[in-house]
């Protein structure tokens, strides 16, 4: 089986036991209210990448999959649409 085949296997693998028990993952608790709920947890055999959900009725919602190493507060503050330490640059 390719590298790609078992990342895939085994990030579902983990959304489905995410469903099953939301509260499995770990509390996403930065100061900003809009990630209110949010969770994350690693993906079993693939643990450099994080998956990042909030539990519904019916199991989880994701929001995104990322790598560890990447800006990861950015890139949530980029989804919720939260504000970032990051200059505004004016189209021109």
Same mark, same amino acid.
Request: glycine share 8%; net charge negative; charged share 30%.
């Given at each position: 089986?390719?590298?790609?085949?078992?990342?895939?296997?085994?990030?579902?693998?983990?959304?489905?036991?995410?469903?099953?028990?939301?509260?499995?993952?770990?509390?996403?608790?930065?100061?900003?209210?809009? !990630?209110?709920? @949010?969770?994350?947890? +690693?993906?079993?055999?693939?643990?450099?990448?994080?998956? *990042?959900?909030? $539990?519904?009725?019916?199991?989880?919602?994701? !929001?995104?999959? @990322?790598?560890?190493? +990447?800006?990861?507060?950015?890139?949530?503050?980029?989804? *919720?649409?939260? $504000?970032?330490?990051?200059?505004?640059?004016?189209?021109?």
């Amino acid at each position: 089986m390719r590298t790609a085949d078992r990342f895939l296997a085994e990030a579902e693998a983990t959304m489905i036991r995410l469903a099953r028990m939301p509260g499995l993952g770990e509390r996403y608790e930065p100061d900003e209210p809009l !990630y209110a709920g @949010l969770r994350y947890c +690693r993906i079993s055999r693939f643990r450099n990448y994080i998956i *990042f959900y909030k $539990p519904i009725p019916d199991g989880i919602e994701v !929001y995104r999959v @990322l790598h560890g190493a +990447r800006d990861i507060d950015g890139l949530l503050a980029n989804e *919720f649409g939260a $504000p970032t330490d990051e200059p505004e640059v004016d189209d021109v």
